[in-house]
Nanobody
Framework: EVQLVESGGGLVQAGGSLRLSCAAS????????IGWFRQAPGKEREGVSC????????YNADSVKGRFIISSDKAKHTVYLQMNSLKPEDTAVYYC?????????????????????WGNGKLVTVSS
């Protein structure tokens, strides 16, 4: 059974930082493509940052480039999203999602390939 347990998130002032964690189990972690997606009220879900555990490549949406960093700890089976210089427009529910096959991160973040498993989401609120 695939499990994705997200932690982190919360309330932060604009300009601040937060880190999200996604502890994963139930699939071959080292082969998977894993991403962070977000959905703000009234908006469509978007891929924020994605990583291929197969080759370590990453992809970041233009809206977060230079501010968000995705990383993967294979020993802990955990993926992190370090969010810096947060803006009010980053306010959203953030979801960790997994595609167990070794797709390139751009293909999962941009929706070319649909993710197979999703976490429950963590709310991130950035106040101005």
């Amino acid at each position: 059974e695939v499990q994705l347990v997200e932690s982190g998130g919360g309330l932060v002032q604009a300009g601040g930082s937060l880190r999200l964690s996604c502890a994963a189990s139930g699939f071959t972690f080292d082969e998977a493509a894993i991403g962070w997606f977000r959905q703000a009220p009234g908006k469509e879900r978007e891929g924020v940052s994605c990583i291929s555990n197969w080759d370590g490549s990453t992809y970041n949406a233009d809206s977060v480039k230079g501010r968000f960093i995705i990383s993967s700890d294979k020993a802990k089976h955990t993926v992190y999203l370090q969010m810096n210089s947060l803006k009010p427009e980053d306010t959203a529910v953030y979801y960790c999602a997994v595609e167990p096959r070794p797709f390139m991160p751009r293909t999962i973040c941009t929706g070319i390939v649909s993710m197979e498993y999703w976490g429950n989401g963590k709310l991130v609120t950035v106040s101005s």
